[in-house]
């Protein structure tokens, strides 16, 4: 099970996920037997991180386990591999294109069915994140990129929730690619509305004694990067932890290598799922809202 | 002295400790914040938006202790 996992898209992943077996081989003799002979962090960690085959969690006739594999390749000696998470990124687009493509088809003016939860959505990131953080002018021109964020990482939180589904917002990759892009529209849209000197000149509150200015640029400085990385962090780490806890409660099964386990295993594990519904759409919203406020604080800043 | 396993351990208090800090910040949060829209029902549509913003920049800080206290168990 674990060679598939070995080479993935980015090196350190390997890394930590061959670490990550010689840590637990040494440590959970307790839990061997678990998975498809492997040990319960091997498997556990399997299902999280990123691979080059998708799985179906099955083995067929002969004993070898049903799995997709996916192209591997390098541009430039860069690993460019399509791996799993990737395949659900672009599951994620399709779904929303097809989603939106559909409801709104033949241009009514009251939307029916799906197409009214849909506007629903919409209309909310418009006017409850977007207006409301940024300001009526801006706002309106932000929305797009705004609703993009949301139903992208909402769809990308869901589908790792469906089964045969990983959860590609889980991938510390994916979620600073997200926080690389919402970083430049903070930047961007500052020096949009204040030019290129303007908008550094914008991290110094003005009116402050002389000997305080070196301390504001070195706070200042540090908070602009430690915002999107806190993105970042918050959305890998509350994706990777639902699934951790859900796949421990389960292992809890084979831990203890008895059927009556699962009696109290299941239900918990299914409590913690429904939690899980309930995060990927906080999480969705958390990270819209966050980098609204913070474009709204780069047009608007305190004077 | 083989059997100490002390970085486990070391996981395991850290992601305690940081679930303390964390729940204590955001007890702290909802607690005010209940009392505020206790005293004003109006005012609840704003305190609640700006409470899951602290919350979410609380939960932040937690979550990256417990993701640090995570790679120490994988990087042992």
């Known amino acids: ?303 | 002295m083989e059997n100490l396993q002390l970085p486990y351990v070391a996981a395991a208090l850290g992601m305690g400790m940081a679930v303390i800090g964390g729940g204590l910040g955001i007890g702290k949060l909802a607690a005010a914040a209940m009392e505020g829209i206790a005293r004003q029902p109006q005012a609840g549509p704003t305190i609640g938006t700006n409470m899951l913003i602290s919350a979410a920049l609380i939960e932040g800080a937690t979550l990256i202790a417990e993701v640090l206290c995570f790679m120490i168990v994988l990087m042992k």
């Not at chain 1, 990983?166 to 990759?173: E, K, L, R, W």
């Not at chain 1, 706070?219 to 990067?225: D, G, Y």
């Open chain 1, 1 to 303: 099970m674990m060679e598939h996992a070995a080479p993935g898209a980015d090196p350190n992943v390997a890394a930590h996920a061959a670490d990550a077996v010689h840590g637990a081989e040494a440590a959970g003799h307790a839990a061997a037997g678990a998975g498809h002979g492997d040990d319960l962090g091997s498997t556990i960690l399997h299902h999280i991180t990123n691979s080059n085959s998708i799985d179906f969690g099955f083995n067929d006739a002969s004993g070898h386990p049903v799995a997709i594999h996916l192209p591997q390749f390098e541009i430039f000696g860069i690993d460019m591999s399509i791996t799993k998470h990737v395949v659900m990124m672009w599951v994620a687009s399709v779904v929303l294109i097809l989603a939106f493509s559909l409801a709104f088809r033949g241009r009514r003016m009251v939307p029916r069915g799906l197409g009214n939860l849909l506007e629903m959505m919409v209309v909310f990131v418009r006017d409850e994140i977007a207006i409301k953080n940024i300001g009526e002018k801006h706002g309106r021109r932000l929305t797009p990129y705004l609703l993009t964020l949301f139903f992208f990482i909402m769809t990308c939180n869901l589908l790792g929730l469906i089964p045969f589904g990983s959860t590609a917002t889980g991938n510390v990759n994916v979620t600073a690619g997200l926080a690389i892009l919402s970083f430049l529209m903070i930047q961007l849209e500052g020096m949009r509305e204040y030019g290129f000197f303007g908008h550094w000149k914008n991290l110094i509150p003005h009116g402050l004694p002389i000997f305080v200015i070196p301390i504001m640029i070195v706070v200042e400085l540090l908070s602009i990067f430690v915002k999107p990385f806190a993105l970042c962090m918050r959305l890998f780490a509350n994706m990777t932890a639902g699934h951790v806890a859900i796949l421990a409660f389960l292992g809890m099964i084979f831990i203890f290598k008895s059927v009556f386990v699962a009696a109290a295993a299941v239900p918990l594990a299914i409590a913690i799922m429904l939690l899980e519904l309930f995060v990927a759409l906080l999480q969705a919203f958390i990270f819209t809202f966050l980098t609204s406020l913070f474009i709204g604080f780069s047009i608007h800043p305190a004077h």
